[in-house]
């Protein structure tokens, strides 16, 4: 009776640690390996109370995303559902607000975009961003919309290409 019991504590104690909130250093780690700042993904981890940080990313840019939404939009949820994305692509509209969001839509080619949700703590971050703008993001990929739209949640800027612009009347947008 007292191996089972001290089995049953010794697994209660093993899963209070595997759900404890990740370290300062653990989280570190995974910014370092993810390639975001230390303190954007601390705050990330406190806001949505995360206890096991992703510590790899997928990177793709809109056009590689679009192609694959195109050729089988069910096997690319499947791929990409609930995973970490870096995405690269061009902000094709303004950025606006709808609930408690800011949004920008992504895209490389007419018809395709990628609908980005940030929460206000980027506010400070995306107030200088404008249509053209080359940038690059990190966000979990939610799913389709439609074969030439996906969504992103949570997403941080990971970096401005502020010398590359896109000249968006081309496609007459």
């Known amino acids: ?44 981890v406190q806001i949505y109370h995360i206890r096991d940080i992703p510590t790899e990313t997928i990177e793709i ?8 939404l195109e050729t089988n939009q069910l096997r690319t949820d499947f791929i990409y559902k609930g995973k970490i994305l870096k995405i690269n692509g061009y902000v094709i509209n303004n950025v606006r607000r709808e ?23 980027e506010f400070s971050r995306l107030i200088n961003i404008n249509r053209g703008q080359n940038i690059t ?13 996906a969504r992103i949640n949570n997403a941080s800027i990971v970096q401005v290409n502020a010398n590359d612009i896109l000249d968006l009347n081309l496609f007459g947008r």
Do not use: C, H, W
């Open 99 to 121: 609930r408690n969001n800011i949004i920008i839509t992504l895209g490389n080619i007419p018809y395709y975009s990628i609908e980005v949700y940030f929460n206000e703590s």
């Open 137 to 149: 993001i990190i966000g979990n990929y939610v799913e389709s919309e439609s074969p030439y739209s």
């Open 61 to 68: 840019s809109v056009i590689q995303l679009a192609q694959e």
């Open 1 to 44: 009776m007292k191996k089972i019991n001290i089995s049953v504590a010794l697994f209660f104690v093993l899963i209070g640690f595997a759900y404890a909130n990740p370290t300062d250093t653990q989280i570190q780690q995974s910014a370092n390996i993810l390639g975001v700042p230390f303190e954007d993904l601390k705050q990330f």
